[in-house]
């Protein structure tokens, strides 16, 4: 079935620890995106990408970082430098940047800080 | 002022009755607008999409939009308890970002 698998489910960082946590999709999707949401809030976007090799800042970047060397694939990091990463990150594509189409979520990870 | 802006509720509605859910927004160049439901611990699931004036219809879903007013609006028939969840609104405005509110927290009771 095509979809977007993200993992792990749950994730447990120390601190002064980088975790990576994996967003694939086999939809043929050019844009990823992923998103974070805290408690009783919306979803605000970190990083974008509209198509491989490329990715741009959202809103809240700043403690993260991406890569995109290929299209199924758009893993994000949270870094040290992120002082409050406990949250439910959220990744989701679409078949092409700006083209005004719903964009589809996987499952999810929850990030806490042990 | 919020770009997307959302009644946080809860909203209680019995079961049957119709529960309306509201939401405006500020990018008066916004092109597209979607709701989507998102049960607790779970990720949110794409409901309705709708990108131009009046009202859209999928089952006992209807979305409604008004560009001039920069509202939308979700109407729930027959609402059932399995409805219970928090409703978010989503805009993508004029630079291609989508924009979501904070969530409606709808709760039908028996």
């Known amino acids: 079935d095509g979809g977007i698998t993200q993992s792990p489910k749950y994730l447990f960082r120390k601190e002064g620890q980088n975790v990576t946590l994996s967003c694939e999709q086999n939809?043929?999707?050019?844009?990823m995106y992923w998103y974070r949401q805290d408690p009783g809030q919306g979803l605000r976007l970190i990083y974008y990408?509209?198509?491989?090799?490329?990715?741009q800042k959202g809103d809240i970047a700043e403690g993260y970082s991406v890569s995109r060397e290929k299209k199924e694939s758009f893993p994000l990091t949270v870094t040290s430098a992120q002082k409050n990463p406990t949250a439910f990150y959220l990744c989701?594509?679409?078949?092409?940047?700006?083209?005004?189409?719903?964009?589809?979520f996987g499952d999810g990870t929850r990030l806490s800080i042990l | 002022q919020k770009e997307v802006e959302q009644n946080s509720g809860p909203l209680s509605v019995p079961e049957g009755a119709i529960a309306s859910l509201n939401c405006t927004y500020s990018?008066?160049?916004?092109?597209?607008f979607f709701w989507y439901r998102q049960y607790s611990g779970k990720s949110p699931e794409l409901i309705m999409s709708?990108?131009?004036?009046g009202d859209k219809e999928d089952g006992r879903f209807t979305a409604q939009l008004n560009k001039a007013s920069q509202y939308v609006s979700l109407l729930i028939r027959d609402s059932q308890p399995s409805d219970s969840a928090t409703y978010l609104c989503?805009?993508?405005?004029?630079?291609?970002?989508?924009?979501f509110g904070t969530g409606t927290r709808l709760q039908v009771t028996l």
């Open positions: 989701a594509s679409t078949d092409r940047w700006g083209d005004n189409q719903p964009q589809h």
């Open positions: 939809l043929n999707h050019d844009a």
């Open positions: 990408s509209q198509i491989v090799n490329d990715f």
């Open positions: 990018d008066r160049g916004s092109q597209s």
């Open positions: 709708i990108y131009s004036n």
């Open positions: 989503a805009v993508t405005g004029t630079a291609s970002k989508l924009t």
